[in-house]
C-alpha cells in the first residue's frame, strides 16, 4: 500500500473571514495566492497553497466539547527559527496559551480567532530515533505531557545564543 507523499494542505470553515485570514497570515508568513470574498489561499512554500479558508456566516463557534481535529502541528527546523517565529507572533499580539517541552519537541500552542488549536514546535533531538525510544521510556509514562515553560525567559535564552537541547 502506497502512503501520501506529504501533508499537502488544510481548510477552514469560518464566520470571522476577515481575522480569520489576516491571523494565519501573520502566523504563517504567508503569502496569499488566492482571495475574494468566499474563499482564500495562502502558502508559505512552494506547494500552491497549504491553507484555504472559506467565509461560511453563522458558524457556530468551537468548543472543547466538539469532536474533530484537536490542533495542527508546524515545525521549525532550529529552536532559533521557533523563537524567531514567536517573538514576530508577539509583536502582532498573537501569544501561546500553553508553551510546553514535551521531551521530544518543545512546543508553543496558539488559538486563532475561532478557537482552533495551532502548534509551533521544534524537535528537540536531531535524529527520529530518539525521540520514538523516548514514548518507551518510564518518564514518558510518568508524565506523557511534559514540562511547561516561560516562553519569553526561553525565547531571551536562545535568541542570545545558548544552546538549549532536551537531555
Known sequence: MER??????FVVRTSQYAEMVRWYSIFLNADLVYNDEKLTFLT???EHHRLAIVNKPGLVPMTNEHAGIDHVAYSYSS?????RQYE????HDILPHISI?????TSLYYK????NQVENQVNNWPDAARPKAYFKTEAFAQNPLGEFFDPDAMSAKILAGSDVTAA
Not at 514576530?88 to 509583536?91: D, E, H, V
Open 44 to 46: 508559505f512554500d512552494e
Open 112 to 115: 486563532d480567532p475561532d478557537g
Open 4 to 9: 501520501p507523499a506529504y501533508f499537502a494542505h
Open 88 to 91: 514576530w507572533l508577539k509583536k
Open 101 to 105: 517541552n514535551h521531551g521530544p519537541t
Open 79 to 83: 529552536f532559533e527559527g521557533l523563537f
